[in-house]
Nanobody, 126 residues
Framework: QVQLVESGGGSVQAGGSLRLSCAASGYISSSYYMGWFRQAPGKQREGIASIYISSGDTYYADSVKGRFTISRDNTNMPVYLQMNSLEPEDTAMYYC???????????????????WGQGTQVTVSS
């Protein structure tokens, strides 16, 4: 059974940076995708970044492109999300997830992901 644990959330002023980490217990294949999602109160969950562990290929939502960077350790895990130039609109609960499969059609869709962490809160003040 795979368990994912996020860390690194917190409160920061607009323009600041945070780095989230996602640690895993259990088997994570290099053929899986790892993703970061977020959900703000009253809003739908949004897929913001994904990485194919084997190749390191990355994918981003337009809302974070150029500001956020997803990466992985050389041994596949942890997976990180470096967040720069944070804006109040980035305030949300952030979740790490794993597809548990290499057969993925839409890497930023939450229903493609099988395993989820409990989330870490990010709050950006203006």
């Amino acid at each position: 059974q795979v368990q994912l644990v996020e860390s690194g959330g917190g409160s920061v002023q607009a323009g600041g940076s945070l780095r989230l980490s996602c640690a895993a217990s259990g088997y994570i294949s290099s053929s899986y995708y790892m993703g970061w999602f977020r959900q703000a109160p009253g809003k739908q969950r949004e897929g913001i970044a994904s990485i194919y562990i084997s190749s390191g290929d990355t994918y981003y939502a337009d809302s974070v492109k150029g500001r956020f960077t997803i990466s992985r350790d050389n041994t596949n895990m942890p997976v990180y999300l470096q967040m720069n130039s944070l804006e109040p609109e980035d305030t949300a609960m952030y979740y790490c997830a794993s597809t548990g499969s290499r057969f993925v059609r839409r890497v930023l869709r939450g229903d493609e992901y099988k395993y989820w962490g409990q989330g870490t809160q990010v709050t950006v003040s203006s």
